[in-house]
């Protein structure tokens, strides 16, 4: 049985999506995108309307997908937690990410650098610590290492950057109670005993002994 479109009218709370009338009476909003090619007169048929509603589907979740990793950069598992959450099936979060990485829009290995480099220059951490955090972002454990090698940096530079601060606010403290803090909050970023030893030495030296004057 074919129905009729009488009528296609742009949705007031989304002007990018339409509504659907069939034979005088609302039927169903489609996307503009979908809807391009429907005209009032054009008759459906039931086989039409069911593959206009899934193609709608599809849309949505691509332009969902779109909105989430636009924010910032998101992990290929990330974003196909995020379409599980918003009640897409199987087929149509698998599609949406194939799509998406297919446009180099999500990329794991893209997405770890950018970690990486932005950890490093804000919060300063140990590749250990760098590691545990993609890997709770889903990141394959290959793509991991690969990123590692190739963006992590040298880890007693980054043991030092990340004391810096720490090391000013403790500087006026005992040499012990210096040592204690500065190591500890290190150890907790990451970094193990043979890096966070002589970085804390060093550290005291240009921040905190008795020859070198506090920082303001």
Known sequence: M???ITAIKAQ???RQRVNIYLDGEFAFGLSRFVAAWL??????????????????TYEIAF???????SHRPRSIQ???????????????????LDKLIEKNWLDDFNFSRQWIENR???RPRSKRLLAYELRLKGVPDDIITRALEDFSGDENELAYQAGIKKAKQTCHQSK???????GGFLSR?????GIVKPTVERLWDEFASPDEACPD
């Open 2 to 4: 074919e129905q009729e």
């Open 12 to 14: 007031k709370s989304n």
């Open 39 to 56: 005209e009032p007169g054009r008759k459906l048929t039931e086989a039409e309307i069911v593959k206009l509603q899934e193609e709608d």
């Open 63 to 69: 332009q969902k997908a779109l909105q989430f990793i």
């Open 78 to 96: 990330e974003t196909r937690a995020r379409l599980y959450k918003k009640g897409f099936g199987d087929q149509v979060v698998e599609s949406t």
């Open 120 to 122: 490093n220059m804000f």
């Open 176 to 182: 012990t109670d210096f040592l204690k803090k500065v």
């Open 189 to 193: 970023r990451g970094f193990h005993y």
